[in-house]
């Protein structure tokens, strides 16, 4: 096997957090991305690793292309993470999977081993006295992402502390500038909150963070708490793509929790772990259930959730205070509307009112608001009693796919619910750019959003204990979709509809 450049999963997470995909097309290195987002020295950069790339890109057993030739027909009956396995699965019985240490398709087993393999560095014991008072200093990590962004937010709303935020940055001022950016973006900067936020350069996929080994033993002595909500997040790269910054990440983070005093460890994880293909309709997956159901999970992503996951867990085990908090599909906010536009519901809809329609599918749609799922990660953390346990924040009022046409048409678009083989055919015919975007990502990123549709999700403690706070999750309805259609339109990602084009 070659030896390839240890650098190349940082780039390729470097080039996917500026909105850049990189694939291997026939031996061709291709790229997508918006407009401007590949500089000259981006393009330089990636022509000095070319083969480097595409050599790493070969380990993968799935096509990487966005266009990939998987059939897709099944998955789109069922649009569910389940689906889109077995729909993996069966490439992979022509593909195959030699020369890739963990394959696209593995066993809960196999990964127990990967995680295994990323314990040496932590405390057999660890003994936590708990802190009688409340903690000065929080260590963030994520926190331009979409909830990363509201988690900083109500950290600064609800606690006194100042916040410590892992950001890619070449200088202090670029990073404190991408935090106020992203704050700014989603109407929550506040410029006497300012002084309380401490950018600190680094990166996951590094070791030590990123940091020298003086900056990282620095911070590990001035932090109190960690709240880790960062992952690079691509439904198509290889587990070997995503291990450095999802699991090698974590790792470190543990690191950083175990060493001068022991830190409560708060970890955003994901309900794709438990999405195997073994699970039946209808399953109910409870919040403290064991990570190791003995299924087998596809794709890189839900594979580097798991192995941090349980990394985590592991370390639970052995004494570190730790909670794990499992999202659902985060939305946009319930108030406000505002919300990613890369998401796989964003791209839903916009195929919907580009195309006047949605496909008839016999599923579930859920909506989880990132201001509950904020609010709720930053509520729960904050309680003794929830150390050592899971919260599924998933919204524990879901309603029937038909229902998105119904919600959509009462805002004024005219749209139709479709056999899927129409709705295929119509996206085959739209050829315009951002059709074609969506007609290539949509699958993965539709996948993910509804994979807990079939696959139901126990949230019980999570509701029980927010209960105490008031804070509740909407249910899925016209008045949780309609802020969010309006920031779509504010934000020229959606044309508005004609009902209210003439009334204005």
């Not at 159901?293 to 594979?303: A, D, E, I």
Request: net charge neutral.
């Amino acid at each position: 096997m070659a030896n390839h450049n240890p650098d190349i999963p940082n780039l390729l997470q470097r080039f996917s957090q500026i909105g850049i995909t990189l694939w291997c097309d026939n031996g061709q290195l291709r790229f997508r991305g918006p407009k401007g987002a590949l500089t000259p020295d981006l393009k330089a950069e990636l022509q000095q690793h070319k083969q480097a790339i595409l050599a790493f890109f070969g380990q993968g057993s799935v096509d990487t292309s966005p266009s990939s030739p998987l059939n897709l027909s099944s998955f789109y009956q069922k649009p569910t993470l389940v689906s889109l396995n077995q729909v993996i699965a069966n490439a992979l019985e022509n593909k195959g999977t030699e020369g890739n240490a963990i394959a696209t398709a593995t066993t809960t087993e196999q990964l127990l081993q990967e995680a295994m393999a990323q314990l040496k560095d932590i405390p057999d014991s660890i003994h936590f006295v708990p802190a009688q008072k409340e903690p000065m200093a929080i260590f963030l990590t994520g926190a331009t992402g979409f909830l990363g962004t509201y988690l900083l937010n109500d950290l600064l709303e609800q606690t006194q502390a100042t916040i410590y935020c892992l950001v890619r940055a070449p200088n202090l001022n670029t990073g404190q500038e991408r935090l106020q950016t992203k704050l700014k973006a989603y109407g929550l900067w506040q410029e006497t909150q300012g002084t309380r936020i401490i950018p600190v350069l680094g990166d996951l996929a590094e070791p030590l963070l990123g940091l020298s080994l003086d900056q990282f033993q620095q911070l590990a002595y001035a932090i109190d708490i960690i709240y880790h909500n960062g992952a690079l997040v691509n439904f198509v790269y290889p587990y070997t793509a995503l291990k450095a910054a999802n699991v090698n990440g974590t790792r470190e983070i543990l690191k950083l929790a175990t060493i001068h005093k022991i830190k409560p460890l708060h970890y955003v994880s994901s309900i794709g772990v438990f999405l195997s293909s073994h699970l039946a309709t209808d399953h109910v997956i409870y919040e403290q259930d064991s990570l190791d159901h003995g299924g087998t999970l596809y794709g890189g992503y839900s594979q580097s959730k798991w192995v941090a996951e349980k990394l985590v867990s592991l370390a639970s085990e052995r004494g570190l205070p730790v909670s794990i908090y499992r999202p659902g599909t985060i939305t946009g906010h319930s108030q406000t509307g505002v919300c990613s536009t890369q998401d796989w519901l964003s791209l839903t809809l916009k195929s919907a009112v580009l195309l006047k329609a949605l496909p008839a599918i016999d599923t579930v749609l859920e909506m989880t608001p990132v201001d509950y799922v904020s609010q709720g990660i930053i509520y729960l953390s904050r309680q003794p009693s929830s150390l050592h346990q899971c919260f599924h924040l998933v919204n524990p009022y879901p309603c029937h796919w038909h229902q998105l046409t119904d919600f959509l048409s009462n805002f004024g678009y005219q749209i139709q619910s479709v056999s899927f083989e129409q709705w295929v055919q119509q996206v085959k015919n739209y050829t315009t750019e951002s059709s074609s975007s969506i007609a290539n990502i949509l699958p993965i990123l539709q996948a993910h959003g509804s994979g807990s549709n079939q696959v139901k999700f126990n949230s019980e403690n999570a509701v029980h204990a927010l209960a105490k706070a008031q804070i509740s999750c909407p249910p899925v309805s016209s008045q949780l979709l309609h802020p969010q259609l309006s920031y779509f339109i504010h934000h020229d990602f959606l044309p508005a509809p004609p009902a209210r084009i003439s009334v204005n």
